[in-house]
């Protein structure tokens, strides 16, 4: 039995998928690329776009755990 999750909602698109190992991979490297955005920003000093990314960074980290962690399994 598929588990139903909405975690694409804070990708800014509106879709929902069932829970497979492919969504967990995608969404881990979707939160890995917004890490590496906020580190490339501070090197490059874009503080702006840094603040921002972090702000992603956390907010998704929030949402990848409610989404895919379930502490029965």
């Known amino acids: 039995?598929?588990?139903k999750s909405?975690?694409?909602k804070n990708f800014e698109r509106a879709a929902k998928f069932?829970?497979?190992i492919s969504h967990i991979t995608a969404?881990?490297?979707f939160l890995h690329d917004?890490?590496?955005m906020a580190d490339l920003a501070t090197?490059?000093?874009k503080n702006a776009d840094a603040a921002y990314?972090?702000?992603?960074?956390?907010a998704l980290?929030?949402?990848?755990?409610?989404?895919?962690?379930?502490?029965?399994?």
């Open 6 to 8: 909405n975690y694409l």
């Open 1 to 3: 039995m598929a588990v």
């Open 18 to 20: 069932t829970l497979e």
């Open 43 to 45: 090197a490059l000093g």
């Open 61 to 73: 980290k929030a949402e990848y755990h409610n989404a895919f962690y379930d502490p029965i399994r």
């Open 53 to 58: 990314y972090r702000s992603r960074v956390e």
């Open 27 to 29: 969404a881990g490297e």
């Open 34 to 36: 917004h890490m590496r």
